[in-house]
């Protein structure tokens, strides 16, 4: 078992059960597979959805919207997944639903 520290939590993988440090390692390697595919796409919705979906994927949440901050500074709801419901609004599900 590793011993390596991030100093920004004070987290050391040792001290995980084992079945925590897999979880770990498996969440790190995906944000990595994701930072390197969103440093090609040019798509900006495209990369907004990769970035919720990715974001609901390693935080295990059933559901994730997405706004944008218009130029007169109010938000612009985006983008809508929700996993249970079968519900995604917005991105390349070109559905613009009632935002």
Known sequence: MSTITDSTVGLRLSDLAPSAEEDLVQ???????????????????????????????????????????????TLRFEFLHTSPLKTFLGGTAD???PF
């Open 95 to 97: 559905n613009a639903g």
């Open 27 to 73: 969440r790190l390697e995906q944000l990595n597979t994701i930072g390197v595919s969103l440093s090609g796409e040019t798509d900006i919705n495209r990369l907004l959805e990769t970035i919720l979906t990715a974001a609901k994927s390693i935080t295990r949440a059933d559901g994730g919207t997405l706004y944008r901050v218009t130029e007169d500074k």
